[in-house]
């Protein structure tokens, strides 16, 4: 490489250029968790959007109860988690510290609390099922209570992961504004 000064510096043969190609660690940090917390969101979505499409069917009586039971009470307010993953899908390109902080509380309020509701909300059905064998509502022939047991699981473990994930990522980000304020 050529420099526009003239001639290359004395003692330098070009080769001294791996420290300046170095991307600091708290910058590769920050890309590999917002890219976990993409790809949980979109995992999330998906969720959602079966969890939106029973409540649809159901409400508007698009299909038979035998087909797809009714929702469970819980149902209704998960559908506003919603509004945290867009609030985690708005504070990742820039860095948005408030909408992230905003994200990881809304996350607790709108879909760790709804579930823990339904999983207290289904209880003695599923204790029922158990100890009878008997179903009586049902999701295209399987047991509702256990589809939603299952939703249930696969959606704690994506919002835990999705506080867990942002408040690493918070840190990153605190990190890198403490160096910058110390310079």
Known sequence: MASRAGPRATGTDGSDFEHRERVASHYQMSVALKSEIRKLNIVHLLVWLLMAAQVTVSQLSLVSHKTIASPYQWEYPYLLSVIPTTFSFMALPRNNISYLVI??????LFSVAPLIYGSMEMFPIAQQLYRHGKAYRFIFGFSAVMVMY???VISVQVHAWQIYYSKRLLDQWFTSTQ????K
Do not use: P, R, T, Y
Not at 179 to 182: F, V
């Open 179 to 182: 160096e910058k304020k110390k």
């Open 103 to 108: 994200s990881m509380i809304s996350n607790g």
């Open 150 to 152: 299952l939703v249930i």
